[in-house]
């Protein structure tokens, strides 16, 4: 399952880190090539000598070790795996991870690596539910770290709760997971539109709404995690680029359109940006003054609509173009009039009324709407959001685009 994958194991200053003599012989069990980095904690619980014994190779200890830059340097070390894998992951290399810090050889590698990186959480029940460290995961998750657990059960520390290390043989089977699905849309080439557009009034001035393109990043860096070529056609947005994706900035809807025709063809298209619907019909070439005339009256003109024009009929026209709706009331109802009207295969609809924290939030309460039915999703996070609907591109494709159509059923 594993075979020739080359492993960067980094073992952190958690009790768990005295199971990963057995995490590194399951993995190479499978045929993985392991090579470790120990940190001063990790090599409290776990000897070096017992790692480099079930590795068959030396133990990366120390940043500033000379001999093992010269053998090895922390950028070389990221560079020849495939996958870096933390484990376990205590709640101090998460924190480091989220900030960016990098002040030993692990923290190091991490910061360096454009690798996948995956996770194995393991702290006491109480650091875990701890807000610091939900939020340092929710950034760590929204950058593409995958995370693998951690379970629920008795600890070290002697409390119950989530917080102990998968177990060993799980983590092996979550890695090997994920190098299989990164080649599920594997030759499929993906747009997506994120973010508001910026539509000028005057070289200074504009009109935008309120999208963080936080939904539209997630499903991005979620096609691209299944192995699809995606364009990431974006408004401005205070967003890290996600990873492994091709990125379009651009600012109007016009920008946007022809941006996503510039990525045609594709197989895949969603447009999750929340594009305005009306421009300043022509934007004052100088910055309008305050005068004696009082306010200046806007002029507004109709921008084009993405969705529909990428979802029209034609030889270029992707196999399976979803859009988004969002609505204040009768969501479902006004999803289903638009997939009619935008001519696209699929509507999400989302409630973004005030009260629901969904513009802008972490959170995403959605309903697929197919022509054949209505999906409603639990509330989840948009990364969930994401890799679900990502899911559901898969198993539409992989089907020949016949199993498109969602139950009408509501979890
Ligand atoms: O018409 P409405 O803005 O409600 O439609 C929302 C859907 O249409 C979203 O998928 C959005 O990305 C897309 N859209 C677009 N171009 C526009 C307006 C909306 O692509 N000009």
Not at 40 to 55: D, H, M, S
Not at 78 to 84: C, E, G, K
Not at 173 to 188: E, H, I, K, Y
Not at 227 to 236: D, H, I, R, S
Request: charged letters at 20%; a negative charge.
């Amino acid at each position: 399952m594993l075979a020739g994958k080359r492993i960067l194991l980094i073992v952190t200053g958690g009790i768990a880190a005295y199971k990963t003599p057995e995490l590194v012989r399951r993995l190479r069990d499978q045929g993985a090539q392991v090579r470790c980095i120990l940190t001063k904690g990790g090599a409290q619980f776990v000897t070096p000598l017992a790692l480099g014994a079930v590795t068959g190779d030396k133990v990366y200890q120390d940043l500033f070790d000379l001999t093992d830059e010269q053998e090895m340097g922390h950028i070389q070390l990221s560079r020849d795996a495939d996958a870096l894998l933390v484990a376990p992951a205590t709640a101090d290399v998460l924190a480091k991870m989220a900030a960016g810090l990098a002040d030993d050889l692990a923290t190091t590698a991490l910061l360096a690596t454009d690798k996948p990186v995956l996770a194995a959480p393991a702290m006491n029940v109480r650091m875990w539910h701890h807000a610091a460290t939900q939020a340092n995961l929710a950034t760590l998750q929204g950058r593409g770290v995958t995370m693998i657990g951690p379970d629920n059960g008795d600890m070290a520390c002697g409390e119950y709760g989530p917080g102990r290390m998968t177990d060993p043989l799980d983590i092996v089977q979550a890695v090997a997971n994920f190098f299989s699905d990164a080649t599920l849309l594997a030759g499929r080439r993906a747009i997506v539109t994120s973010g508001p557009t910026h539509e000028a009034i005057d070289p200074v001035r504009y009109i935008a709404n309120r999208s963080s393109g936080k939904q539209g990043h997630a499903i991005a860096e979620a096609l691209a995690r299944l192995g699809a070529e995606v364009t990431l056609v974006t408004g401005p947005v205070a967003l890290a680029d996600p990873a492994g994706v091709t990125m379009r900035p651009v600012a109007s809807a016009r920008d946007m359109l022809a941006a996503c025709r510039d990525a045609l063809p594709a197989d895949i298209v969603v447009c999750a940006a929340a594009v305005a619907d009306w421009r300043p019909a022509e934007a004052a070439p100088e910055k309008m003054k305050k005068g004696g005339d009082g306010p200046p009256a806007l002029c507004l003109t109709e921008n084009p609509d993405i969705l529909a024009t990428l979802a029209q009929a034609g030889p270029r026209r992707p196999a399976l173009v979803v859009g988004f709706a969002a609505e204040t009331e009768t969501v479902v109802d006004h999803a289903r009039a638009k997939l009619a009207r935008k001519g696209c295969d699929w509507i999400l609809a989302n409630d973004v009324s005030p009260e629901t924290g969904t513009f802008g939030g972490d959170a995403n309460t959605v309903h697929l709407i197919t022509a054949t039915g209505v999906e409603s999703w639990p509330r989840m996070s948009k990364a969930q959001v994401a890799g679900r609907l990502a899911e559901r591109i898969t198993t539409h494709l992989t089907n020949g685009g016949g199993a498109g159509g969602a139950d009408e059923a509501a979890e």
